[in-house]
């Protein structure tokens, strides 16, 4: 992990000569749960990204401890019990972002697809959003499903009626040029 989160730092560096780079200026990265018994929400400022406007490029990393939730004992239950944060403690993707158009005004529907790595498991993906090219800014908006299985996070069952097998995560990036 510590390898990738220096490959990231090398390429924000070294991105702005290989074409229009972007980096994050304000990000959230957010998931809800529902389930029959309980809805679990919770949100997430600690993000870092990048994004090649000219390649598609885009990459980020996620602290996992940054996820705040309104019940202290769910945020302990989270990084201690399920995401093991100590052992993983960022989430990350890195992939490019299709079908849009630099040139164009205005919000556009865009496709991201590339590897997201979550609790130590990588996984191919693929979601849909939206673009917005706005002076020297771009937004980037997107909701998407995770299923917990397929990145190793179990849940006792003990507690399936308060914690979904499928969480709806939603990202918000704001990107400047430089």
């Not at 957010?30 to 809805?39: N, Q, V």
């Not at 679990?40 to 870092?48: D, F, L, P, S, Y």
């Amino acid at each position: 992990m510590k390898a990738y989160l220096i490959a990231l730092m090398l390429w924000l560096i070294a991105s702005p000569l290989w074409g229009q780079s972007f980096r994050t200026v304000s990000s959230e990265v957010s998931f809800f749960s529902s389930a029959p018994l309980e809805d679990i929400k919770a949100n997430n400022e600690e993000v870092i990204g990048v994004f090649n406007a000219d390649k598609g490029a885009i990459a980020f990393v996620v602290q996992i401890k940054g996820f705040q939730f309104a019940k202290s004992l769910m945020q302990e239950h989270f990084n201690e019990n399920f995401m093991e944060s100590e052992k993983y403690p960022r989430a990350t993707f890195e992939g490019k972002v299709l079908d849009y158009n630099l040139t164009e005004s205005g919000e556009q529907q865009a496709r991201v697809e590339g590897t997201m790595t979550i609790h130590g498991e990588s996984q191919e993906m693929e979601a849909t959003g939206t673009f917005e090219k706005r002076a020297d800014e771009i937004i980037m908006k997107a909701v998407f499903p995770i299923a917990l299985e397929d990145y190793n996070i179990s849940i006792p069952k003990i507690l399936f009626q308060k914690i979904a097998e499928e969480v709806e995560v939603t990202v918000h990036f704001k990107f400047k040029e430089g």
